[in-house]
């Protein structure tokens, strides 16, 4: 297809990277956070400091014990960014003023130390809650009040990696955590009930669920009981939670596909247009990028584009003009925009 998508910067980070961040007041900083493995087990990392205005510069590197998986900004604080890493730990940064600097205000010990952290996403809608996911297959919601956090685990874990969990965010879902994991599964838990799944399912994509994206206010907004699931299968599908009138799941009720598009390549991540356009961007690892936009129908791929990303691409983000992507063993970040 013809792309309206054209590149517009491209540099090269110091170590391999696999998350990143645009900051969402200002959309000329970018947070990437960086994975390396030396051996067996021993693994390091950093958070690099980038702008982005006619050029790429990388303005300093934070240095981490063990590596980043992911790193996310508090919707309801843009100061305070958290990572998760290689070692079971999250750390909180403050930062600087200037948003050019971090400085570490807490590191939680959330799982033992041979469990990586693999997501981590923020509610939302209510403040101070997030969802992690690990290698061990567990799923947990934390509450954070400073140095105080509660963690609830769900007895429900996946019998593989739990690669990615997300809140939903209408009325009835409120309080529903969607995790994917490495067993095909896509599981539906509810916070206040961390003992039994409301329903779990392994027969929406013949590979591991690797990413969730549960409609909100900012995306698909018109159709809030819809969410898309994406898979090492290269296919993204559109699921409709609803079996009834909608006011909240149905126990041992999984949701029915209503769309599936093959996208050529593994869909890692579903990263949705904050500006509301109901356009997402997609890191489709080894196949690129991936322009997707809902549609009455479910799912329309709008563009293609990968540049020199010839490794995965791991992560992604776009705050204002800037969409951002990176690949992983290149090391290769790339500045994207709609032509």
Sequence with gaps: MPS???????????????????????????????????KDEERYGSIEIWTCTDSLAKVRSVATASAVLDLKFDPFDATRLVSVHSTGNLIIWKISDDLLDISETFNYQAYENSTLITAINFHLTIPNTLTLSTTAGTCSVLKLNGSDIEKTDFDTEHQLECWFSTFGTFAG?????????????????????????????????????????????????????????????????????RVSAPQALISGLPPRAKQTENLGGGVWRLI??????????????????????????????????????????????????????CSFYDRVVQVWQDT
């Excluded at 054209?6 to 900051?23: F, G, K, N, Y």
């Excluded at 409120?174 to 995790?179: C, D, G, K, T």
């Excluded at 409301?198 to 159709?223: C, K, M, Q």
């Excluded at 109901?278 to 799912?299: E, N, P």
Aim: aromatic share 8%; hydrophobic share 35%.
């Design 4 to 38: 309206s998508v054209s590149r517009r910067l491209v540099d090269h980070t110091e170590l391999p990277p696999c998350a990143l961040r645009i900051h969402p007041a200002n959309p000329t900083v970018v947070y990437i956070g960086t994975y390396k493995l030396v």
């Design 173 to 241: 879902l409120e309080h529903v955590v969607f995790s994917g994991g490495d067993d095909r599964k896509l599981v539906a838990h509810d916070a206040r009930q961390p003992e039994l799944p409301i329903w779990e399912t392994d027969r929406l994509h013949d590979a591991g669920i690797v990413s969730v994206l549960p409609a909100s206010t900012f995306w698909n907004s018109t159709h809030p009981y819809t969410v898309w699931t994406g898979s090492y299968d290269d296919q993204v599908r559109s699921l409709d939670l």
């Design 272 to 325: 949705p247009n904050p500006a509301g356009d109901d356009r997402v961007l997609c890191c489709a690892m080894y196949a690129g990028c991936r322009m997707l936009k809902s549609t009455v129908q479910g799912i329309g791929v709008e563009d293609e584009f990968q540049g020199e990303h010839e490794s995965m691409v791991y992560g992604g983000d776009w705050v204002g003009d800037n969409m951002i992507t």
